[in-house]
C-alpha cells in the first residue's frame, strides 16, 4: 500500500519544502537528476530516501514542519479503509483514514492542504488529526482495500506515473486493456517499450480516470474519442491529448505528449535550412494562399505549424484555428475544436470561418475532399489558409487533393508552398526533423 502526497508530483513545490534545509542545493541537483535518469516508477520522494540523499524521517519532518502536523512512517499505520459511514465519507472527499500501532485513528492524503479540511466539519462533528504518511511503497495494509485501484489516491497515483514516464522522455503512452489486464507502453526515441502490466482492478479504474480528466462523455463510449488533459508536473501545465478506442476484447487509450510541454517552438528552433523559415512567415503575413505542411504520423507537422503561428503573433492579423483537439493554446487567435456530436466539422468549421473576416485559417488536419475543397476555395478568395497533410512527400501532398477531386487548375491558383518534414536517425541515435519545399512558380 501506498499512500501517495497529492502534491509530491510538483517537483518545484517539493524543493520549496527540502532546500536548503534538510536538503542542500548541491544533494537536490543530484537527486533530481538521477531520478529523471534513472528513477523510472518512482515518485522523487521515494528516489531521495532510497539512494541515501535524504533520510525517511527528516523528510517527514520538514513537510510536518511547514504544514504544523504529524506525520506516520512506513510500518506505523495500517489501512482500515470504510469502516464506518463517516470514514466512507472522507473517503468520497479523497481522504482516508488509517490506524496507528495504539489503534488511534488518524486522517490523511487528500487533493488539498490540512486548512481546506474545515469545510469537511460540518459533516464530520470530530475529524482525526491529519497526518503525512510515508510516501514509500509498502506499508502495512492488506488486502484489496490498500490497491491503489480502490482507494482516493489512485488519481494521484496515475498522475504520478504519467508524469515519471514524461520526466524520461516518452512522447506517447499506451494503454492497453485486455479484459482484467492492463498493459502499458511508451513510445521514446521512435521506440515502443513495454514498461508495466496490471492484472488488477487498476486496468479499468485507470482508464475511467483518464476519460475523466479529458471530459470524454461515457453516452459516446462506443466511438473514438479525443481529449485534452491539463498536467501539472515539475511546476509547469502540460496539455497532453488522448486518444480513446473500444476495441473488441476491452479499450486503448494513447496519450501523446507534445514536445517541450505546452510551450511553442519558433521556426528557427527547428533546424530548418535557410531560407524555409524566411518563406514561411512571408506566406503566413501575406495571408494569402494555402500552405501545406505534409509528412508522416510522428514526424512534427503539428509543431511546424505552431511555429508559423507562434512567428506571426505579434502582427496585425485574425487568426482562427480548427482542430481535432486543439493541441496548444493561444493567446493571439480563435481556436476552436471539431465536435462530431454535433456536426461541428472541418469542412462546416472552415465555412463559419469565412464570416469571421479572418487573415489566416490554421486546418489541423486536410483529411477528406470536402474541408479540401473549402480550404482551396478560401485560399481563392484572397485568404491565408495554413493546413496539415499526411503525405510521404511532395507530389503526394498535391496528389492527394487532386484524388479529392481539386481541379488541377484550382491547385494552381491557390497552393503556394508545400513544406515536407520527416525524421530521419543521426550517429547518437538521436532523431532530427529534415525538410524540403516547394514553391509556386508564381511567386517572386
Known amino acids: 500500500m501506498r499512500e501517495p502526497f497529492a502534491y509530491e508530483s510538483n517537483v518545484e513545490l517539493v524543493r520549496q519544502f527540502l532546500v536548503p534545509d534538510p536538503l542542500s542545493p548541491g544533494k537536490w541537483d543530484k537527486g533530481e537528476q538521477g531520478w529523471r535518469r534513472h528513477g523510472a516508477g518512482k515518485s522523487l520522494l521515494e528516489w531521495l530516501v532510497e539512494t541515501g540523499l535524504l533520510p525517511e524521517r527528516e523528510m517527514l519532518e520538514a513537510f510536518a514542519g511547514v504544514l504544523g502536523t504529524g506525520y506516520l512512517l512506513e510500518k506505523e499505520y495500517r ?137 470524454m462523455a461515457p453516452a459516446a463510449a462506443s466511438l473514438p474519442r479525443d481529449g485534452r488533459i491539463l498536467l501539472c508536473t515539475g511546476g509547469r501545465n502540460r496539455i497532453l ?94 481556436q476552436s475544436a471539431v465536435d462530431l456530436n454535433t456536426g461541428w466539422t472541418f469542412a462546416r468549421a472552415l465555412k463559419a470561418f469565412l464570416r469571421q473576416d479572418p487573415d489566416l485559417i490554421f486546418l489541423g488536419e486536410m483529411r477528406d475532399r470536402e474541408s479540401a475543397e473549402v480550404a482551396c476555395r478560401a485560399a481563392l478568395t484572397g485568404h491565408g489558409v495554413l493546413a496539415t497533410v499526411h503525405a510521404g512527400n511532395i507530389d503526394q501532398a498535391r496528389s492527394r487533393l487532386a484524388g479529392w477531386g481539386i481541379p488541377e487548375g484550382l491547385l494552381q491558383e491557390t497552393v503556394r508552398l508545400v513544406v515536407h518534414q520527416h525524421l530521419a536517425g543521426t550517429g547518437n541515435g538521436r532523431r532530427r526533423a529534415e525538410f524540403k519545399w516547394w514553391r509556386s512558380a508564381g511567386d517572386s
Open 241 to 334: 491529448r488522448l486518444s480513446h478506442l473500444t476495441t473488441v476484447d476491452g479499450e486503448s487509450a494513447v496519450l501523446r505528449m507534445p514536445g517541450e510541454g505546452s510551450r511553442l517552438r519558433k521556426l528557427d528552433q527547428l533546424g530548418m535550412p535557410r531560407p524555409l523559415p524566411v518563406l514561411l512567415r512571408g506566406e503566413a503575413i501575406a495571408g494569402r494562399g494555402l500552405i501545406l505542411v505534409c509528412g508522416s504520423t510522428g514526424s512534427g507537422k503539428t509543431t511546424t505549424a505552431y511555429a508559423v503561428l507562434e512567428e506571426i503573433r505579434s502582427e496585425p492579423l485574425k487568426v482562427l484555428t480548427i482542430e481535432d483537439p486543439v493541441e496548444r493554446e493561444l493567446d493571439f487567435g480563435v
Open 79 to 215: 489501512l482500515e479503509s470504510g469502516a464506518t459511514p463517516e470514514e466512507q465519507m472522507l473517503e468520497a472527499n479523497g481522504f482516508l483514514v488509517v490506524r496507528s500501532g495504539t489503534g488511534r485513528r488518524h486522517l490523511c492524503g487528500g487533493p488539498n492542504l490540512p486548512p481546506d479540511l474545515q469545510t469537511l466539519r460540518k459533516s464530520a462533528a470530530a475529524l482525526p488529526p491529519w497526518v503525512l504518511l510515508s510516501p514509500l511503497r509498502g506499508g502495512t495494509g492488506t488486502g484489496s482495500a490498500g490497491s491503489p485501484a480502490n482507494r482516493p489516491g489512485m488519481d494521484a497515483w496515475v498522475r504520478e506515473s504519467i508524469a515519471t514516464q514524461l520526466a524520461l522522455g516518452a512522447s506517447d503512452i499506451h494503454f492497453e486493456r485486455t479484459g482484467d489486464v492492463l498493459k502499458i507502453r511508451v513510445h521514446k526515441g521512435g521506440r515502443m517499450a513495454t514498461v508495466g502490466e496490471w492484472s488488477d482492478g487498476r486496468a479499468e479504474n485507470c482508464l475511467m480516470i483518464l476519460k475523466r480528466w479529458a471530459a
